[in-house]
């Protein structure tokens, strides 16, 4: 029962928008164009869709789309650093994975575990398309591309060695008995281009509070704030809080007026609150906290910050006593 209902769950937009491209709209899912894992796998048995595809959607990835978290990753001292607080946190970028870490001297292991009982199909796309991501962070973060020691899968051969070994600069072992991408152990202490002591504090802090709201949602209001606050850059519209939910759109709106609240204004207040945050107490640029906050230009987040407080952003950060005297949690 898990395992179908996982299967059902639609796939993260960034692969949605990949197999998109290859699609007639009359293929997708539903009226909504969201695709679940499920009818993913169906569409590539029939050749409507690569099979490496899961693989290729990694390509374009950046690390503020992990939200918050890939913000306090970029602050890091070290990558060690970072690692360790993807390790903490992992939970608040909405994976549909199982993720530890563990050194093994001379290597470091990324281990993807199968606990919530995916199929095999549904599980190797799940791990394909996180561990697509791992080249483009990694540069991100370090500036130096990092090919890993060895990937070890446990399902079996899908037909596409040679994609492995053009991402990765080597070809996976199959059939293993867990799922280990290994990094060599020396790279964890190589220096982060976006170091910053003091955003990583606030960053960090809001991780934390990111991590009990998601734990300790009682209220359907604080599972749609938890969902903005995992990953406000992609979920800013009712659509997009709709299927991380997996929810209708009308489902989403009527739950929230059984509350008293309206989307819109949700959203509004979360973006009030992290723009006064990121603005007081991280040098993150305009575009950055633009980027966080769902904005799809910097200008466009000023205008709107001005029409919350009366300030721009740059007179805010100049104005300590036009700051909220209070950081209370969510």
Request: aromatic residues 8%.
């Amino acid at each position: 029962m898990i395992a179908r209902s996982l299967s059902n769950q639609t796939v993260s937009q960034r692969l949605n928008k990949s197999a998109a491209g290859y699609l007639a709209p009359g293929l997708l899912e539903n009226s909504r164009g969201e695709l679940s894992y499920m009818r993913l796998i169906r569409l590539i048995n029939e050749g409507a869709l690569p099979a490496d595809i899961a693989l290729r959607s990694g390509a374009d990835f950046v690390i503020s789309d992990y939200g918050v978290l890939g913000f306090a990753m970029k602050s890091a001292a070290t990558l060690a650093q970072a690692v360790q607080l993807a390790a903490k946190y992992h939970k608040t970028a909405g994976p549909q994975l199982s993720v530890s870490f563990r050194g093994e001297d001379p290597n470091f292991l990324i281990v993807l575990n199968n606990q919530r009982g995916l199929p095999e199909d549904a599980f190797r796309l799940a791990v394909e398309e996180l561990i697509a991501t791992f080249p483009p962070v990694l540069l991100e973060l370090t500036g130096r591309s990092i090919d890993p020691a060895y990937i070890d899968v446990s399902f079996a051969d899908a037909g596409y060695t040679s994609s492995y070994a053009e991402i990765f600069g080597c070809e996976p072992r199959y059939t293993q008995e867990e799922t280990v991408v290994c990094l060599p152990l020396e790279a964890l202490q190589w220096p982060l281009l976006a170091a910053d002591s003091s955003n990583l504090l606030m960053l960090e802090q809001r991780c934390q509070e990111l991590l009990a709201l998601i734990s300790e949602t009682d209220s359907f209001t604080s599972k749609v704030t938890a969902i903005l606050l995992q990953q406000l850059a992609v979920t800013h519209t009712t659509k997009a809080a709709a299927v991380a939910l997996q929810l209708s759109e009308r489902t989403l709106r009527r739950r929230l007026a059984e509350e008293k609240v309206c989307f819109q204004e949700l959203l509004t207040e979360v973006r009030q609150r992290l723009s006064k945050d990121y603005l007081s107490s991280t040098s993150l640029s305009a575009q950055e906290i633009a980027e966080l906050l769902g904005f799809t230009e910097a200008s466009n987040f000023r205008r709107a910050f001005k029409s919350w407080s009366g300030l721009t952003p740059d007179e805010f950060r100049a104005a300590p006593d036009r700051r909220d005297p209070e950081h209370s949690s969510w």
